[in-house]
């Protein structure tokens, strides 16, 4: 390891803080940074404040080190060379291609170095890249707008289609929308576009039209869509067979459908995979029917399924977002910005997603997979941030900026060897109880905590 003696006490002491914060000043380099802006930026240009120090202050909220954007000026108004209005006018007016453009050099930098780390996380299907699609909208804002303050309904600064890979635990890609109420389905060209052959896409249902299909299938790509029923429809043709069961022993049943494009008249005969769900949904569904044209040789019944039950891995992500990292700064009332917070949020999760894979490496994939705690972990880099930062300054980080990216790898597997696993060691709930009946009075609506336990006896 090629870090100096001033990291010594805190490698030994958080090593996990010290693998955050030098994964951040190694991708938020502001060089790098500068350049993404260039290359996405339309009309805005930069002046006193430049798109790194944006980042920065961006990634403190996220991390929960800052509780809101004026509360990190007033703690760095020293360091700043605007006014704190000049700050929320620049994060109000960051225009949405460099915010998706930060989430897309982020994934590709991280994932290099998650790709150098030893023991990487098996292929999930060998030959394709899989991506999960999924969209997410942001919570209400506060009213601080003043044309807001006479709304009493949820002011919704927007949401986002977001591109996952769960091999890596990465997100790779975002398509921001500052309209609320535009339907996902509006942002599928685009999603198109972005598209690869050999990609794989997953999805779900709201995702399933046969514009959808066709546009991935001329992309020289693959996908993996729950079937609507109404959006597509098809042509079933011969006879339903029986195929081997899921991993959760659910019968499963193939059959072909020739799917019609609308506009153009061409046709596309997929495989559709019907799995029989042990457990009725919500609404009462008792099968599941999926869509792919992924080649049986190369992806069974079984393996598509698997593939498909892979998609809720990005719900999970969205939770982290939401409750170990501010995704959603409710504070920030413009689209623009809410989006910018939303997408730096997402480039912080991929910083943790390499902690995570140093500390795969370093301690097994049983531990991180079954036992580490997100929470525990973002809770000790927000206490410890501060202090790290007063006693070390910032030009030892810099080393980070430096190394290839080997020897950043290798450099944060050290470090992970230094963790203390107990730490940060989920504590898993056992089975949920029902809850009890409630007791509510006419006349009251508070009781006595002290003569309620003295019933107890």
Known sequence: MILGECFEKFIERSPVSVMVRGTLERVFDPEKLERVFADNAQLQYTRELTFAQCVGLMSEVVFRIAPSVGAWYKAHREEMPVTRQAVYDKLKRLELPIAAGLVEYA????????????????????????????????????????????????????????????????????????????????????????????????????????????????????????????????????????????????????????????????????????????????????????????????????????????????????????????????TLGYPKAALFGFCVALVAYNVVAVVKGALRAAHGAEYVEEQLSMYYLTLEVAQVATGMEIALGTEPWEIFQQMSTEEFAATLVAIAKHLDTEKYTKHKRGPKKQSPKRLSGKHHSHVSTARILALRA
Not at 177 to 206: G, H, K
Not at 229 to 258: F, H, P, T
Request: charged fraction near 20%; aromatic fraction near 6%; proline fraction near 8%.
């Open 107 to 330: 994934g590709r930098e991280l994932g290099a170095s998650l790709r150098q780390m030893p023991t990487p996380p098996p292929p999930l299907l060998p030959g394709y890249r899989i991506r999960v699609l999924d969209g997410n909208h942001l919570a209400g804002t506060e009213p601080r707008l003043v044309e807001l303050r006479r709304y009493r309904a949820a002011a919704l600064p927007g949401h986002a289609l977001v591109f996952y890979d769960p091999q890596w635990d990465v997100v790779t890609d975002v398509i921001p929308c500052e309209d609320a109420y535009t339907q996902e389905r509006a942002l599928l060209p685009e999603v198109v576009a972005m598209v690869a052959a050999r990609d794989c896409l997953v999805a779900d249902r709201n995702f399933c039209t046969p514009g959808f299909l066709f546009g991935i299938v001329r992309r020289g790509a693959f996908f993996v869509i729950r079937q609507h029923g109404s959006n597509v429809v098809g042509q079933l043709q011969g006879k339903r067979r029986a195929a081997e069961q899921d991993a959760r022993g659910q019968a499963l049943y193939e059959q072909a459908l020739c799917v019609t494009e609308t506009d153009t008249g061409a046709t596309l005969v997929v495989r559709r995979i019907t799995v029989e769900l042990s457990t009725p949904t919500r609404p009462g569904e008792t099968e599941l029917p999926l869509l792919t044209h992924l080649p049986p040789a190369d992806a069974s019944a079984t393996q598509v399924a698997a593939l498909y039950a892979d998609r809720w891995t990005i719900e999970t992500a969205f939770q982290h977002l939401t409750i170990d990292l501010a995704c959603e700064v409710d």
